[in-house]
């Protein structure tokens, strides 16, 4: 396991709110949203959901031995993925993927200046990425989850009934064969309603 990978295995699992606090966190998105006839209504039936033997505690239950499975390594991840990603039709850089931005290069003004500058930074994060060697991101001294950053790049979404797409991730660097490889520095190139594809090569691109 490379660094990017290194502190994966002893990460702690991502806790299972009680049933009481995620009833109290849903009440509270929801006030600002209904009027007072429909809130009063919607307390009533979580309320009833939350009642000792209700369904509420079945699916609790049900939820904190999914959370338990050591073959699970985060209970929501798959859920999220589906419903933040491959099943959401709305704009996702917009609605969901929102905490980034370019900053101004005054050094590249031209558009196809940008474009190859931003091209080659992402090969040279996605390169990292691929042979595991980007340093771990931390969030209050803490290292954080990296698993997610194979789906950065070198996949593609395969249609499916019922849903947007289903990530594939192609084989990683240095166990794939030539195909892949030749798949995986192809870059798409959108020019005056023209689509064209190139290959752009890690050898040729460290030179430059």
């Not at 396991?1 to 990460?11: K, T």
């Not at 998105?29 to 000792?52: D, G, H, I, W």
Request: aromatic letters at 10%.
């Amino acid at each position: 396991m490379g660094a990017m990978l290194r502190y994966e295995n002893s990460l702690p699992k991502l806790p299972v709110p009680s049933l009481a606090e995620t009833a109290v966190k849903y009440l509270k998105s929801v006030r600002p949203l209904v009027s007072p006839q429909e809130f009063a209504k919607t307390e009533a039936a979580v309320k009833e959901f939350v009642a000792p033997g209700g369904v509420g505690e079945k699916l609790q239950t049900k939820l904190v031995r999914r959370a338990q499975d050591p073959e699970c390594k985060n209970w929501i991840a798959s859920w999220w993925d589906d419903a933040a990603y491959l099943e959401y039709r709305d704009p996702v850089v917009m609605f969901v993927s929102y905490f980034y931005s370019h900053k101004d290069d005054r050094h590249r003004k031209l558009p196809a200046q940008r474009a190859a500058a931003l091209t080659k930074g992402a090969l040279s994060f996605k390169r990292m990425v691929d042979t595991d060697t980007l340093e771990p991101d931390y969030m209050r001294k803490a290292p954080i989850a990296m698993s997610s950053f194979r789906y950065d790049s070198s996949v593609f979404g395969e249609l499916m009934v019922g849903t947007c797409s289903i990530l594939v991730e192609f084989p990683r660097m240095g166990k794939i064969k030539s195909r892949s490889l030749e798949l995986r520095e192809i870059s798409l190139l959108l020019w005056r309603e023209k689509i064209g594809f190139t290959r752009f090569g890690m050898k040729s691109m460290e030179r430059n």
